[in-house]
């Protein structure tokens, strides 16, 4: 799982992008803007133990269903897709 987010961090870095992942059954979302942050239900950066209590940035993945990945630059959304894998060969 960390290999996924250490993919979605270098391509925000080098493409000026950020994505947002929507989970389901999970209010919170993780934002990837150059590194991962959580982010609370109005997309607000906020404490991971706030948003994910008992859940690690390195088993979001896998304990949260994983329900949509936006890619945005800037305010501007580029896509909406159901993997990640799917947004970063989008990008390419």
């Not at 080098?14 to 979302?29: E, I, T, Y």
Request: charged content about 30%; aromatic content about 8%; some cysteine.
């Amino acid at each position: 799982m960390l290999k996924l987010f250490e993919r979605l961090v270098e391509a925000s870095r080098s493409r000026g992008v950020r994505f947002v992942l929507h989970f389901a059954k999970c209010r919170g979302k993780v934002g990837i803007d150059r590194e991962v942050k959580a982010l609370d239900e109005e997309g607000r950066p906020a404490p991971w133990p706030r948003i994910f209590p008992g859940v690690t940035p390195q088993n979001i993945l896998q304990q949260c269903v994983l329900r949509k990945v936006e890619v945005y630059r800037g305010s501007e959304l580029l896509g909406v897709y159901n993997s990640i894998e799917e947004a970063l060969s989008a990008l390419h």
